[in-house]
């Protein structure tokens, strides 16, 4: 039997690794894929704690978060296609002003 | 002990996958290894005995998310990409404050105290499989979360049409 903390741990890792890429990654693309793998180590420590505490309510909770994550990749690289249109350009350097 | 081996294979290919995925310098090739990731978390959730929302991963995340991904990627200059430096300058502020939030949240784990369990174990969701199980719990507690789930799709589909329509504005 694998022990919950072997778990916990593993989603702190996964979280710890897309807060880095968010804060220090120059292409707009990558911090969105950052953002998923935030989001991906929130769901392994749901599932985790749904499994070893036996409610199904971390599951649902893991859904719930799948489906905004589907919202917010479809909002933010329509953001991103508006931004490449305007400024011709995927870097957060690159834009400077808030005119568009 | 075949347990703890097969965990510790996961736990370690998702943890050099996701640091392979996040300092590529090739967006495309973000996008292919992030794949591979989200299969691994995919048979993590396996492990949980949570088929369904494995089955969700792949499909939603794999299929649907990084399809979008490569849609946005092939947008971004992938030669001048490769000239550039992947982070910006600050980037080693980005990584001290990474490993601060770390070292603080496994110190904070270790006082975690789990609940009493509920009623759904393996026996009683074996009984009527996890799909089901998961549905009723979804359509009865979690009936008005789930419109409102609904309605943030809604509003997501057309805010993309919205953001990414060419000369809406007139």
């Not at chain 1, 979280?15 to 990654?25: N, T």
């Not at chain 2, 990731?37 to 369904?52: D, G, Q, R, W």
């Not at chain 2, 030669?79 to 080693?92: D, K, N, V």
Request: charged fraction near 10%.
């Amino acid at each position: 039997m694998v022990p919950l903390s072997w778990y916990m741990v593993l989603s702190v890792i996964v979280f710890a690794i897309g807060v880095f890429g968010f804060l220090s990654r120059r292409n707009v693309i990558l911090m969105f894929m950052s953002i998923e793998l935030m989001l991906n180590g929130v769901n392994i420590n749901l599932i985790a704690l749904s499994h070893y505490l036996q409610d199904l309510r971390g599951q649902i909770l893991a859904f719930f978060v799948i489906a905004v994550a589907a919202a917010e990749a479809a909002i933010g690289l329509a953001i991103v296609i508006a931004l490449f249109r305007n400024k011709a350009t995927a870097h957060v350097d690159d834009v400077k002003e808030l005119r568009g | 002990m075949i347990q703890q081996a097969f965990f510790a294979y996961f736990a370690f290919a998702i943890t050099v996958l996701a640091l392979v995925v996040i300092t590529r310098k090739n967006p495309i090739h973000s996008v292919a290894w992030m794949l591979l990731l989200f299969f691994h978390i995919a048979a993590l959730y396996l492990f949980l005995n949570a088929e369904f929302l494995a089955a969700v991963q792949v499909i939603v995340y794999a299929g649907g998310i990084l399809v979008l991904f490569l849609f946005a990627v092939l947008l971004v200059n992938v030669r001048e990409e490769m000239r550039i430096s992947r982070f910006i300058g600050a980037g080693a502020a980005g990584f001290t404050f990474a490993v601060g939030l770390l070292v603080v949240v496994l110190m904070a784990l270790r006082s975690f105290i789990a609940a009493p369990p509920g009623m759904y174990t393996i026996e009683h969701i074996q009984q009527e499989t996890n799909a089901i199980a998961l549905g009723k719990v979804l359509y009865t507690e979690f009936l008005y979360p789930f419109e409102i789930t609904s309605l943030i799709l809604l509003v997501a589909i057309i805010g993309a049409i919205v953001l990414a329509k060419k000369g809406l504005r007139g």
